[in-house]
């Protein structure tokens, strides 16, 4: 595609609720990251995949977060029974081959946790 | 631990007025410092990439410069276009960006 499509744009979840984020990547970029950002903050990396091994997930804040990218083009991120610290933007990025590249974000999806 | 920062955190001038942002970094092993856009509700869009000290980058109104332990990110003439959030990001040894919180923006006409 033209660029990297992120939906649903807006998410409203009750806490303790799950939820999927899915994240559609520029045609063959092999890379793809998942971005979390607070309001007023800069981006803070969550997780880094190559094609569809899943190579760092050091930023990832618990073992609530999961995330997966199965074929290797279309990546999910999971949040099991969501908090309200969870509340942010997140965001995903890819690039053409890995890492130290620019990378090409998507507009984000905004979730709120009531 | 690598970290980058940012100041300051907000800047507001007069349409015409040419300032410089600050992005002081400690990233091991840098491999290239990175300077995005990023509009309200939009995610961050690529502006340049900068990867060894005395570097400079130019597009439009705007200028990156590159020093063992500062970027920054000249803005000449600003025009009301211009406002927006500018992060600042690098990358080393762990190939990851690591983002500065951002310095927001606004010229006023």
């Known amino acids: 595609g033209a660029g990297v499509s992120q939906s649903p744009r807006y998410k409203v979840a009750k806490r303790g609720q799950d939820v999927a984020l899915r994240c559609d990547p520029i045609s063959g970029h092999v890379s793809l990251f998942w971005y979390q950002q607070a309001l007023g903050q800069g981006p803070e990396f969550l997780t880094y995949?190559?094609?569809?091994?899943?190579?760092?997930k050091s930023g990832l804040p618990s073992d609530r977060f999961f995330a997966e990218r199965p074929e290797g083009s279309v990546s999910t991120l999971k949040i099991q029974r969501t908090q309200q610290e969870d509340s942010a933007v997140y965001l995903c990025?890819?690039?053409?081959?890995?890492?130290?590249?620019?990378?090409?974000f998507g507009s984000g999806t905004q979730l709120s946790v009531l | 631990e690598d970290q980058v920062t940012q100041s300051p955190e907000a800047l507001r001038l007069q349409e015409g007025e040419s300032s410089s942002l600050n992005c002081s970094y400690t990233v091991s092993g840098l491999r290239g410092l990175f300077w995005y856009r990023q509009d309200p509700g939009k995610g961050p869009e690529f502006l340049f990439t900068?990867?060894?000290a005395g570097e400079e980058k130019e597009k439009e109104r705007l200028k990156a410069t590159l020093t063992k332990k500062e970027s920054f990110l000249h803005i000449t003439a600003p025009k009301p276009e211009d406002s927006a959030t500018y992060l600042c990001a690098g990358s080393g040894n762990t190939g990851k960006l690591i983002f500065g919180q951002g310095t927001t923006l606004q010229v006023k006409p």
């Open positions: 900068l990867y060894s």
């Open positions: 995949f190559q094609n569809e091994a899943q190579l760092d």
């Open positions: 990025a890819s690039s053409y081959t890995g890492l130290n590249e620019k990378l090409f």
